[in-house]
Structures are given as structure tokens and as C-alpha cells.
């Protein structure tokens, strides 16, 4: 079990540019989380996925940003247009559904700056 | 609107003492609350939950207390050691459809002193 990994850990764009981020849950766990956090605040829920099937995007989760989870493995996060808005440290999280834990498993994060 | 609220944005504490973390909220739905541990440039590190059917849930030092009638939770560490310093987050769950999904508080950054 090498837990959950993102990559990259960083990422620098320039508004406008498009981005993507990546996340590799923990191998058994068929669902998978996203977050966003700003500074000073707790990670709030974008959307979530159990095995391929995207079950709930929040509010917060403008056109611009899309997910995929194919063949409900790895997941990716694209966000369109960058704006200074979406500076935020983005993070996956992973558990499995239908055991009765509630508890998610988090990856690093990436943090993203547009400038 | 905030439904977790962690009141308190920092706590320090001398080693060998107790730290209580506070945690407030007011969705009714929420059955099921964590709370998680973050060290800087990390992801947060799940520490300890408990079901809204108890009141309380220990796990070595570490010892969370739910009263539901006041929608408050609060995390004792004992003994506090200055490894334990860290942002601590309280998050909640609600049951049925959203399963899963954690509403988390803003945090409260623990400081341990030698």
C-alpha cells in the first residue's frame, strides 16, 4: 500500500492557461474524492467518484473545471481558463465504499498558483 | 454558510498536558465526524471518528466526545507531546446518498511546547 499520490505537486500557470492534475488512489479503494483549500480554510468537497461513475459535483465546480476517472483507477482533474480564483491547493482522497468506514485516505495535494 | 465551525484557530499547550480541540456544528444530517491531522506541504492524516449513536470513541492518546443535543464535538489528546503539533481539522458526514462526502471545519493549529 504506497497510499495516495498526486502529481504534480506544483503547478505554476499563467491565467488562461488550462491545467491538469492527477491522482492515483490507493489501489482496493473504489472511491475517490476531491477537495479544493485555501488558505486559512478546511478542504471543501468538489466531486466524487465511485469506480468510473461521477456521483455529485459541488456547486463550487464551475464549467471550467472537469473529472474523469476512466476504468475507475486514476483520476484527473482539468481546470479550463485558469483564473487567480483557482489558486488553491487541490487534494484527492480514496476509501472504500460499503464497509462502513467513513475515513478518507488524502494524497499530498497540488498546489496551484496562476499568476 | 459554515456548517462545521472549529472556533478556536490556535491552541498552545504545554507537553505532557492535555490539548482539547473544539468542534461545532448545525446540520442535523451529519452522522459521522472525524478529525484529521495536517502537517505542512502534507495531505490531512485521518486521526479518529465516532458514529453519532455514541458519545464517545478512544483510540490511545487520543479521545473524541460527541454531544449531540448540542451538535459539539471535541478531541482530547493525553499526553500532548510537541510531535502532536500540527493543524487539526474536525470534518462531518451525512448518511444515505451523500455518504462520504466530508464538510470540514476551518482548522485549529496546535502548538506543542517542550
Known amino acids: 500500500d504506497t497510499g495516495v499520490s498526486q502529481n504534480p505537486r506544483h503547478k505554476i500557470t499563467k491565467r488562461g492557461q488550462n491545467v491538469t492534475f492527477r491522482c492515483d488512489p490507493i489501489?482496493?479503494?473504489?472511491?475517490l474524492y476531491w477537495y479544493r483549500q485555501t488558505l486559512g480554510q478546511g478542504p471543501e468537497f468538489l466531486t466524487y467518484?465511485?469506480?468510473?461513475?461521477?456521483?455529485?459535483k459541488s456547486r463550487l465546480l464551475s464549467d471550467r473545471f472537469s473529472a474523469e476517472r476512466p476504468k475507475g483507477s486514476f483520476s484527473t482533474l482539468e481546470i479550463q481558463r485558469t483564473e487567480q480564483g483557482d489558486s488553491a491547493m487541490y487534494l484527492c482522497a480514496s476509501t472504500t465504499f460499503g464497509t462502513g468506514a467513513y475515513e478518507q485516505y488524502f494524497g499530498p495535494g497540488t498546489r496551484l498558483t496562476v499568476t | 454558510d459554515q456548517q462545521v465551525k472549529q472556533n478556536s484557530p490556535s491552541l498552545s499547550v504545554q507537553e505532557g498536558r492535555i490539548s482539547i480541540l473544539n468542534c461545532d456544528y448545525t446540520n442535523s444530517m451529519f452522522d459521522y465526524f472525524l478529525w484529521y491531522k495536517k502537517y505542512p506541504a502534507e495531505g490531512p492524516t485521518f486521526l479518529i471518528s465516532?458514529?453519532?449513536?455514541?458519545d464517545k470513541n478512544e483510540d490511545g492518546r487520543f479521545t473524541v466526545f460527541l454531544n449531540k443535543s448540542a451538535k459539539h464535538l471535541s478531541l482530547h489528546i493525553v499526553p500532548s507531546q510537541p510531535g502532536d503539533s500540527a493543524v487539526y481539522f474536525c470534518?462531518?458526514?451525512?448518511?444515505?446518498?451523500?455518504?462520504?462526502?466530508?464538510?470540514f471545519g476551518q482548522g485549529t493549529i496546535l502548538t506543542v511546547h517542550p
Open positions: 467518484f465511485q469506480n468510473e461513475a461521477q456521483l455529485e
Open positions: 465516532i458514529s453519532s449513536i455514541k
Open positions: 489501489s482496493e479503494h473504489n472511491r
Open positions: 470534518a462531518a458526514s451525512e448518511g444515505g446518498t451523500s455518504y462520504g462526502k466530508l464538510t
